[in-house]
């Protein structure tokens, strides 16, 4: 059974950094794409980041471009999502997502062409 589980959140002051963690089961890293998203209070569920099957990131938001950086270790199962000086506007459930077709070496752009998603974890940012 796939399986998404992420972890690193919590609370933090504006300016630090944390990483997050989603460790995969079932499934290699290399053969999908995979994404985080996030869900804001009271906002949609918008896409932050994906890493396709040849590693290759994208990143979906501008302002968070040069404050993210997403990797993986294909060996350990695991993708990353490194946020640093972190903002109040950052403060949200983030969530892992695995690309519904397999071996295509580009990032959905659409939250819906992902089929396996996590629990989520949740940062905020706050005084």
């Known amino acids: 059974q796939v399986q998404l589980v992420e972890s690193g959140g919590g609370l933090v002051r504006p300016g630090e950094s944390l990483r997050l963690s989603c460790i995969a089961s079932?499934?290699?890293?290399?053969?999908?794409?995979m994404a985080w998203f996030r869900r804001a209070p009271g906002k949609d569920v918008e896409g932050v980041s994906c890493i396709s099957t040849s590693g290759d990131p994208r990143y979906f938001i501008d302002q968070t471009k040069g404050r993210i950086t997403i990797s993986r270790n294909v060996a350990k199962k695991t993708v990353y999502l490194q946020i640093d000086n972190l903002e109040p506007e950052d403060t949200a459930v983030y969530y892992c997502a695995r690309a519904q077709t397999p071996g295509a070496n580009s990032c959905p752009d659409s939250l819906y062409d992902y089929a396996a998603w996590g629990q989520g974890t949740e940062i905020t940012v706050s005084t």
């Open positions: 079932e499934f290699a890293l290399d053969y999908y794409a």
